[in-house]
């Protein structure tokens, strides 16, 4: 008994190019590859005319150029936006992941914090490098809004900690032990500097943000 094969039907490369690319448009890197494979494959008795190789890579230089220019034009746009929301700042409090202090001698930097409602006590524990914890303070009742916490710069047995840079976690509960959440706060917005990486604002609490690092703002 004979098999007969079923016929096999080609697709053209042209339709099927039409059907992988349906608005028939190309890409820089799509050009490159195009214009080396033509290369490749060109017949050695009519090769390609070197003024019909002058224009094509005069054409991908034009489309490398306008690929940049847009590139370009992209980058400043959104570097326009972002500088225009850090202006949009000033003078209002910015919320952040963390809130730290700083130690230098004498000198603490303040921390702030800000309740949704009324607590009826917040404690600030003071957390080292190390991710250990150094000492904890309890604040009592505090209100709603934002409230600055001055550290006095000693450990849980009196002494002064060493000069560095240390993580204030806040923890507040109501008048029924329930846990309210409290947003870290880097203070109001006072100055603006603009930096290759970004915007950094700066607060009246002596700490600079970088805009990448604002997780929301409050009144």
């Known amino acids: 008994m004979s098999i007969v ?8 490369a042209s339709s099927a190019s039409q059907i992988n690319n349906p608005k028939n448009t190309i890409t820089q890197d799509g050009f490159l590859k195009l214009l080396i494979a033509q290369l490749k494959h060109q017949d050695p008795m009519n090769p390609l005319s070197s003024d019909q190789f002058i224009q094509e890579n005069t054409m991908f230089s034009q489309l490398q150029q306008l ?40 000198s603490i930097t303040p921390a702030a914090y800000t ?36 550290f006095n710069g000693k450990n849980e047995n009196g002494n002064y900690l060493s ?16 846990i309210i959440p409290v947003n870290q706060s880097a203070g ?9 990486d970004g915007p950094v604002l700066h607060t009246n609490l002596g700490k600079s943000i970088s805009i990448n690092n604002v997780t929301g703002v409050s009144t």
């Open 67 to 106: 690929v940049n220019m847009n590139q370009t034009l992209s980058k400043l746009s959104n570097q326009s936006q972002t500088n225009a929301y850090a202006a949009s700042l000033l003078g209002k409090n910015i919320l952040t992941n963390t809130t730290t202090i700083t130690i230098n001698g004498t």
């Open 115 to 150: 309740l949704s409602q009324n607590a009826a006590d917040v404690k600030a524990t003071i957390i080292n490098a190390s991710g250990n914890s150094v000492a904890t303070i309890d604040l009592g009742p505090q209100n709603a809004g934002t409230n600055t916490f001055q």
């Open 188 to 196: 109001t917005v006072t100055s603006i500097s603009f930096g290759p």
């Open 5 to 12: 094969s079923s016929p096999t039907t080609l697709t053209p």
């Open 163 to 178: 000069n560095g840079t240390y993580t204030v976690a806040f923890t507040a509960t109501d008048s029924n032990g329930n």
